[in-house]
Every structure is written in structure tokens, then in C-alpha cells.
């Protein structure tokens, strides 16, 4: 971050009337400057860190033209670009213009991976009202679970949870709800999930953040629409390109923080549902049925269901997949999966209470389905309210260290 003339220090920032100052103060278009947030310098959305004191952002005037777009027509925005184009920048640069001018807005963090709002593999909701400033570091309202850190087998939850906290931002009487998305552009899995999430958000205006023609292919599926505004945007030439290592560090670093306070705690099977892994929804397996899978696969069979035309059986230790075959008749399905518990541990759950509200995430520690127990670490002050588990398919240390992904969607 540079030092620029324009800058205005903390100390000079603080909390004076001017700079909360409404957008029609701004500049003369066409002039680029550099931006100070409103009232409080920095909103770190990131990594919860306070971020931004002393910085400042580049401020094209075409997002200031968008920004007053959006003024003018309130409703649901949704910004998107490629990976490194500014999104989050802008999401934050235009939170606080708009809360600025005295509108309550919802901000609505719809990145599994580089998550600015809650931790990675979660999208997140913060409003905020302008009888209160926007807090250094944004904590979310709402959270769903997705359960991975990018889109692809993840749909639904992704596009039903995002669609949740637009709904539930607007009802809270939020005027302007602004959707921070993934950078996943290209091609038809892109196409398909950001179509229908635009759908499914009812969304007013799209910001499109590219450098050159990158959004086009997924423009001209949404172009024309009556009922939706089309802003292409420049991307600023101060945005830091990050590798994929980078990307990495980043969500590690956030799943560390999250877990930092997390404590063991046990979950008994009768009481909890499990979602996403299908587990105790089908016919399960006797105990002689099971010892013959044991035979066939060599190894030590712990718990078997069937489900329509799918299995499930979990095992301790290694296991010969040359018997599938023998697995897949004697459950007389046709597909079947056969995870190692011990290959369960470091899975990321998403912990809900019995309405089906995500309280927060957990890690698995040790799966034991002989006596039917789960322990889990969480951060979660009141892990009893805890009564649905959605598997996630991304496994962890609690250190944030990723293991990579477990073997189910
Ligand atoms: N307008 C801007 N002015 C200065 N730096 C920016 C600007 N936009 C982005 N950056 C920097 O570029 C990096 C990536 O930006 P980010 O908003 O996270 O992109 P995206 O969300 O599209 O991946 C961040 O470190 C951010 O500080
Ligand atoms: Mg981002």
C-alpha cells in the first residue's frame, strides 16, 4: 500500500461527521483518487485483522458511476470476477459507501474459498445499520455450510445457502445486499452456478470486474433482462495477483484461527442426524452380513447400510477394493462406498441445531460406529445445541493444515 498525498491518516480519519460524508460528495468522475472509508478506517474483513489503517484504495470512476447505479435502484448486487480482480476490495469499498449515505446493508460473502466473512468452506452474512459502525472485523450473522472450498458437487448448498442469507439480509430490512462470489468464471460449471445463483438471488445488478472480456460468455446469458443491470467494471491496477500457494496459506491461516479455541466434544449417534455423508438413513447391515463384507474386503467391517441402489460400508484400517464387486452383490446395489474411519479423521462438519441452523464448524477426531459415537473438536461454547452434522469433503488438522479432500460429495 502506498503512502499517497490523498491518504488521510487514522488519527485525521477518526469518527468526524465529514467522513461519513453521502457519495454525492465524491470527486468529479472521470478522476481517479484514492479512497478513505468512512468513519472508521479499514474494515478487516480479512483474517480478521485490522487491515487498511493507513491504506487506501484505488477508487476508479466507473465503480463510483455503479455505486450510484445501485443508489438509485436498491436491491440485491452481485459482483463478479475472476480470482484477483478486486471483488472483495470493492465489496468493502461499496459496503461502506452505501451505509455511508444512511442505508442499511447486507453484505453477503458467497466465497467457500478465500472467505472474507466466516471461515472458508461457509458463506456468511453481516449487515450493518447506519446507527452503528461497521466493526474492524466483520463477523457473520448468519452462516451456511457448503463443505468445500470450491463450487464443483457443492450447488446446492452453495446457491440455497447464499439465496438464504439474501432473503434473510433483506428481511432484516437491509435496502442494499451486496454478494461477494467465487472467481470461478469460466466454462459450463461457471455458467450453470452463476446463472442460477443470480436466479436465485432475484439480483438487480451485476458488477462485472474483469480486465479485459473474461465475464463475456457469462454476460450474454444474463444480458437483456428487464429487470437487471449489467455494470461492466475496470479492475484496479493496484490488485495484488496471489498464487495458488498464497490462496492456500490464506485459508489455512483462516481455519486456524477458527479452530485456536476449539474443544473436544462427544456426539452420541441417536441424537444427532448426519447429513451430506447419507449415514444411518438406509437398511442397515446384520452382524453376519457384515462378517462376510469383512471377508471380502480383508479387513475389519465395523457398520454397513444399503441405500436404493447405493451402499455404504465403513471399515478400520486398509481394504482390498479387488472384492468390490463381492461387496456391491451382497448389498445388492450398484455403487458402493467404503471408507476407512481412520481416513474419517480431520473431516470438516458443519454442526446444526435441530432447525437447521449452522451454529458453527467442527473437525472430526475420532468416528466410531461400533458404538455409535462421534468426537469432534469445535469451538462452539454450547456444543449440546448441536443436533445435525453435515459432512463437509475437505478434511483438516486443527492446526488449519488442509489434508485434502475426503472421498464423498
Ligand atoms: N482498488 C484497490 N486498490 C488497492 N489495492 C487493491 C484494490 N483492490 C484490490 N486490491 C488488493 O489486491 C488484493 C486482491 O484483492 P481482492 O479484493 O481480495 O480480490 P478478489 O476478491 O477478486 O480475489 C488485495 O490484497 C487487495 O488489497
Ligand atoms: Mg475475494
Redesign the pocket.
Known amino acids: 500500500?502506498g503512502n499517497r498525498a490523498a491518504a488521510v491518516g487514522p488519527s485525521s480519519g477518526g469518527s468526524s461527521s465529514a467522513s461519513a460524508a453521502p457519495t454525492s460528495a465524491r470527486p468529479a468522475s472521470g478522476e481517479r483518487r484514492n479512497?478513505e472509508p468512512p468513519r472508521r478506517q479499514g474494515v478487516g474483513f480479512?483474517g480478521g485483522k485490522v487491515?487498511g489503517v493507513n491504506?487506501?484504495?484505488?477508487?476508479?470512476p466507473e465503480w463510483e458511476r455503479a455505486a450510484e447505479a445501485v443508489l438509485a435502484r436498491p436491491g440485491v448486487v452481485v459482483l463478479l470476477?475472476?480470482?484477483?480482480?478486486?471483488?472483495?476490495?470493492?465489496?468493502?469499498?461499496l459496503t461502506e459507501r452505501w451505509w455511508a449515505t444512511g442505508r442499511v446493508v447486507g453484505l453477503v460473502d458467497a466465497?467457500i474459498g478465500?472467505a472474507s466473512i466466516g471461515p472458508p468452506t461457509t458463506v456468511g452474512l453481516a449487515s450493518f445499520s447506519p446507527d452503528r459502525p461497521i466493526p474492524p472485523s466483520a463477523r457473520p450473522q448468519v452462516l451456511h455450510f457448503v463443505g468445500s472450498t470450491s463450487p464443483p458437487g457443492h450447488f446446492l448448498p452453495l446457491i440455497l445457502g447464499t439465496q438464504d442469507l439474501v432473503r434473510r439480509a433483506t428481511a432484516a430490512g437491509a435496502e442494499i445486499v451486496l454478494v461477494?462470489t467465487t472467481?470461478l468464471i469460466l466454462g459450463s460449471v461457471a455458467a450453470s452456478l452463476k446463472w442460477h445463483k443470480l436466479k436465485a438471488v432475484q439480483a438487480r445488478h451485476v458488477l462485472a470486474?474483469q480486465r479485459e472480456a473474461e465475464l463475456e460468455p457469462l454476460l450474454r446469458l444474463v444480458e437483456g433482462q428487464r429487470t437487471l443491470e449489467i455494470h461492466r467494471l475496470p479492475v484496479?491496477s493496484?490488485?495484488?495477483?496471489?498464487s495458488h500457494a498464497a490462496r492456500r496459506a490464506f485459508r489455512e491461516e483462516r481455519f486456524r484461527q477458527y479452530f485456536a479455541s476449539a474443544k473436544r466434544h462427544d456426539l452420541e449417534w441417536k441424537n444427532v442426524r448426519f447429513t451430506r455423508l447419507w449415514l444411518n438413513t438406509g437398511r442397515r447391515l446384520g452382524r453376519d452380513e457384515l462378517a462376510l463384507l469383512g471377508v471380502s474386503l480383508q479387513t475389519v467391517p465395523l457398520y454397513a447400510e444399503a441405500l436404493g441402489e447405493e451402499g455404504l460400508v465403513l471399515v478400520r484400517g486398509p481394504f482390498s477394493r479387488a472384492a468390490l464387486y463381492q461387496v456391491r452383490s451382497a448389498l445388492q446395489v450398484s455403487d458402493v462406498l467404503v471408507i476407512d474411519v481412520e481416513q474419517l479423521r480431520g473431516t470438516l462438519l458443519g454442526l446444526h441445531d435441530r432447525d437447521g441452523e449452522c451454529l458453527g464448524l467442527g473437525i472430526v477426531q475420532d468416528f466410531d460406529p461400533e458404538n455409535e459415537r462421534l468426537r469432534i473438536l469445535t469451538p462452539l461454547p454450547d456444543p449440546v445445541r448441536i443436533a445435525s452434522v453435515a459432512f463437509g469433503s475437505l478434511r483438516l488438522e486443527p492446526t488449519g493444515k488442509e489434508l485434502g479432500e475426503a472421498p464423498w460429495r
Open positions: 500500500m479512497y480479512r487491515r491504506s487506501e484504495f484505488e477508487i476508479l470476477g475472476p480470482s484477483d480482480t478486486g471483488k472483495t476490495t470493492l465489496a468493502r469499498i466465497d478465500q461477494d472467481g470486474l484496479s493496484r490488485v495484488d495477483r496471489r
